[in-house]
Structure formats: C-alpha cells, structure tokens
T-cell receptor, first 111, second 115 residues
Framework: GQQVMQIPQYQHVQEGEDFTTYCNSS?????IQWYKQRPGGHPVFLIQ?????EVKKQKRLTFLFGEAKKNSSLHITATQTTDVGTYFC???????????FGQGTRLTINP | NAGVMQNPRHLVRRRGQEARLRCSPM?????VYWYRQLPEEGLKFMVY????????ESGMPKERFSAEFPKEGPSILRIQQVVRGDSAAYFC?????????????FGEGSRLTVL
C-alpha cells in the first residue's frame, strides 16, 4: 500500500539555525500537504503543493514538491522558539481520497 | 464558525468495555476522516466517510472497530471490547464537499486510556 516516509524523526537545533525535513512517497502523489502539530495539540494545515517542481514560501518556511511528485521538503530559515512542534507531510495518490501521513519530524529548539 | 468538535476529550475505559468517540465536522463539511495517533508517533489513517457512506475503511482494524456518519448527528467511532493497545489519541478531521482533495481541518482529539 501507499507509504509516506519522513526523515529525520527528531531534530534539535539552536535558535537561529535552519531546519529541514524530508518526505518521500512510495507512489506518485496528486498533491502533498504539510501540517504542524504543537506538543499536546492537533495538526494544523500549513500548505498544499500540487504541481511538479512547485516551490512555495510562507515567511521563513519554504516548501518544495519534487519533479517526480514523489518527494517533498520543508525548510525553515532561522528557527524561532515558536517553530517548536512536529511537522507532518501528507500525500494523496491520484484517484484516491484518503490522505496518508508521514511519521513526522519533531523539532525542538534550544533558545 | 465553530471548528471540528470532538468529544469526549479524554476517556478512560477498562479492558473489555466499549468506547464511543464523537465528531461533529465544521458547518457545511460533509467529509470526515478518523486518524489514530500513538504517543510520539504519526497519524495513522483509519477511515474516510461521507454522510451515510463509508468511502474508505482500509485503515480500520477488521475486528472491534466501526465507524458511522449518519444523515443527522455526529460521526461516531466505536471501539468494542477495548484492549490496552487501543490507548491513543483519536483525531477526527473534516473537509468541505467541493474540496475533497484539499486541506483537512482537525479537531482537538479524543484521548483514550485503557486500564
């Protein structure tokens, strides 16, 4: 079945350092989404990417959808303590409606 | 516009009892998803429903688990004869009918503890 793998599982950085999480799917995706979950909270939608090679930016966050539509990344520039949480990618296979989540990358930050 | 409402937020059950988790989607949303999250782990897809229909239940365990989304009222995830391994956070998410390939709006989750 469809699998979405995400690395690293954990990342600890100093405040101000950059952070990247990577997402790989076993199958070609129709779209990929990213969510953030704060400790003890629920997932909150960040962005959706649809086109091959698409790049989107939200302030210090940069999202990429690979050319083959099987991988994606999220890069945070100059992390802040408010960035703490777990970042999940989630993908849909073309024709399917269920959204399959990666295992998430838990980001912790040393102030 | 109220968000996705889940209740109870916390539920404690003894082994062998039944757990019923309820989810009211956002107003105007007719698609509901249920996910399970074990501590320190990701979100595992369980089931996707539309009003009165189960669309995809490929993530549901074959036994003891069932879900429904009736024409009136909330979606319900039912776990019969709970075991300790069922302890987890259960998240419901909804999406509007015209954007079934779009973002999901999550509730705050129901945290089930089985003693």
């Amino acid at each position: 079945g469809q699998q979405v793998m995400q690395i690293p599982q954990y990342q600890h950085v100093q405040e101000g350092e950059d952070f990247t999480t990577y997402c790989n799917s076993s199958t070609t995706l129709s779209n990929i989404q990213w969510y953030k979950q704060r400790p003890g909270g629920h997932p909150v939608f960040l962005i959706q990417l649809v086109k091959s090679g698409e790049v989107k930016k939200q302030k210090r966050l940069t999202f990429l959808f690979g050319e083959a539509k099987k991988n994606s990344s999220l890069h945070i520039t100059a992390t802040q303590t408010t960035d703490v949480g777990t970042y999940f990618c989630a993908g849909r296979v073309t024709g399917a409606q269920k959204l399959v989540f990666g295992q998430g990358t838990r980001l912790t930050i040393n102030p | 516009n109220a968000g996705v409402m889940q209740n109870p937020r916390h539920l404690v059950r003894r082994r062998g009892q039944e757990a019923r988790l309820r989810c009211s989607p956002m107003k105007g949303h007719s698609h509901v998803y249920w996910y399970r999250q074990l501590p320190e782990e990701g979100l595992k897809f369980m089931v996707y429903l539309q009003k009165e229909n189960i669309i995809d239940e490929s993530g549901m365990p074959k036994e003891r688990f069932s879900a429904e989304f009736p024409k009136e009222g909330p979606s319900i995830l039912r776990i019969q004869q709970v075991v300790r391994g069922d302890s987890a956070a259960y998240f419901c998410a909804s999406s509007p009918p015209s954007r079934h390939t779009g973002e999901l709006f999550f509730g705050e989750g129901s945290r089930l503890t089985v003693l």
